[in-house]
Nanobody, 126 residues
């Protein structure tokens, strides 16, 4: 069983930055692909970023490439999402997710992940 707890969300002006954290329980965190998704009201859950077990390989959704950076610290069982140059369209609830079935194969869809956090709200004002 894996429990994920996100933190770091909040209200920020356009052009600003936020850093989200996701603390995971469980001894095998380092074996999982970890991802971030977001969901705005009335929209489907959208892939934001993912990282393989080692932290070496990272993947991003088209709308955040060049602005967001995903990283992980396996010693702290934590994954991060650094968000820069934020835009109003980045406003959403951000979810941390774990794929306990894979360490290196990254899914860009929500169905590929079997553990989810409760989400943290990010609001970007114009």
């Amino acid at each position: 069983q894996v429990q994920l707890v996100e933190s770091g969300g909040g209200l920020v002006q356009a052009g600003g930055s936020l850093r989200l954290s996701c603390a995971a329980s469980g001894r095998t965190f380092s074996r999982y692909v970890m991802g971030w998704f977001r969901q705005a009201p009335g929209k489907e859950r959208e892939f934001v970023a993912a990282v393989t077990w080692s932290g070496i390989s990272t993947y991003y959704g088209a709308s955040v490439t060049g602005r967001f950076t995903i990283s992980r610290d396996n010693a702290k069982n934590t994954v991060y999402l650094q968000m820069n140059s934020l835009k109003p369209e980045d406003t959403a609830v951000y979810f941390c997710a774990a794929d306990s079935k894979n360490a290196v194969v990254v899914s860009h869809t929500a169905l590929g992940y079997d553990y989810w956090g409760q989400g943290t709200q990010v609001t970007v004002s114009s």
